[in-house]
């Protein structure tokens, strides 16, 4: 049955991104309809439903919003969500669910979602798709996020879906609303919701799918059920079931949600995630690493923390030792505000020229110098100028980031010229390689961020771009490896 109400949501969302005619009308069941039997099981008297306007989204604790907007075929998409900081299950269902209906949007025109279809995606493309999945309700130990897609074909007819899923914060699980009625009440509802007679059973393909069912506090079961109209037409039908018709018709799992729905207190807050390893899925929304090498810089580091702040971008500091010995409150800095930190080796030498101890030598100096300045020492390192063999890459110990975009920025000191540069040859998932020691360098970064956040960038750490992703020591790394 769970199977039904998944097809029967992307038969929606398909059609939808197909560009097929759809009508999104609503059925609202006005006149109360008697208690009948259907598979054994006494349906209640269904009441209208009440609007959806009820279900605004709420704040939860660590919850953060992200939004994205891409043209994929022929759609202008525009998605928002909330991620949850602790609820790793939620958060990968979210981004499942985000990727499966990008895909199918990209599916006609021969392809499937890429970042890059949401980089200057600012431009009108018509049908459009609107998608969200927010929080609507909080209490207890759960969350409840409500999914909803609206689209327009290329007739300029519409369709809506929705379906809700139900987080717990302590085991971390994600349960469908499906979940929260006993299997005898889930076979009957969407019969009895469409107005099919009592006894008899229509085929299957015919039968509404029970795509989204809300559990209030109060104990109601508010229900919207879809069936296909044909003509490429969907229908929702929607109801109301009264608190005490509801409490026979839910699973053990319902009436451990409903125990939670009814708590006073809000969900304790989770374990909130260092900033550096936040969760952005960079497969979903197109993401840029910004890196730093050769600091910490007592005069422009600091500036450059101070405009990273303003305009809310975690970047990645590829530190030398021998500055951040210099530096200790500097690189604390750096760490305080979120950002990720790489071992830049002490000196700054070629190391294709150290033997194999001198090149652990100079990893290990600088891992005790950033150690002592901020509690734990580098996960991954850069090799100054890029200089790394395969004696290189076994003696460091630690993966190897490099970068895809070169901003030159220490040989044109101008950001008049390395500014354009970056903007022209980024894609998503690039790593950029610049210097926070040179004063030009720091006077460039509003110009470069505001540019491309403007583009649809989001701008993470190397950690985050990378999320997914092992690392693994004596490897190179550039930019984010495409979704296969």
Known sequence: MILRIVLGWFCVLVLICAGDGLNGSTVSLQQPRAA??????????LRPPLSDARWTPVQVPGGYPMSLTAVVGAHQVKASWTYVDGLPGLNSHLDSWLLGILDAAATPSGGRYRPAMAVNASQSANPGLTVSAQPVQAAGTVIVVREKVSGTGADGTSAASSETIYADTVSGEVHRAAELLRPEALDALPARAAGVPAGIAGPAAQQPALSDVVLTPSGELHITAHR???GGRSDQEKATISAGDAEAMLSDMGRKMLGQLQAAESPAPATAAASPLRHVNCDLVPCAALTYDDGPDARTTPQLLAILKEKNVHATFFMTGSNAASNPAIARQVAEAGHAIGNHTFSHPYLTKLSA???????????AAIRAAVGSAPSFMRPPYGAADAAVQRAVGKPLILWAVDSLD?????????????????????????HD????????QQELITNLQTQGYTLVTVPQIFEGTPLVAGHVYRSRPERR
Do not use: C, Y
Not at 40 to 45: C, Q, R
Not at 424 to 433: C, D, M, N, S
């Open 228 to 230: 296909p109209a044909g």
């Open 357 to 367: 101890a001198g090149v652990r030598s100079e990893m290990d100096r600088t891992d």
């Open 36 to 45: 009948a039997a259907v598979n054994n099981v006494d349906v209640p008297v």
């Open 410 to 434: 220490w040989q044109s000191k101008n950001p008049a010229v390395f500014v354009p540069k970056v903007l022209k040859e980024i894609t998503p998932g690039a790593v950029v390689l610049m």
């Open 437 to 444: 020691v040179d004063p030009t360098t720091i006077a460039g």
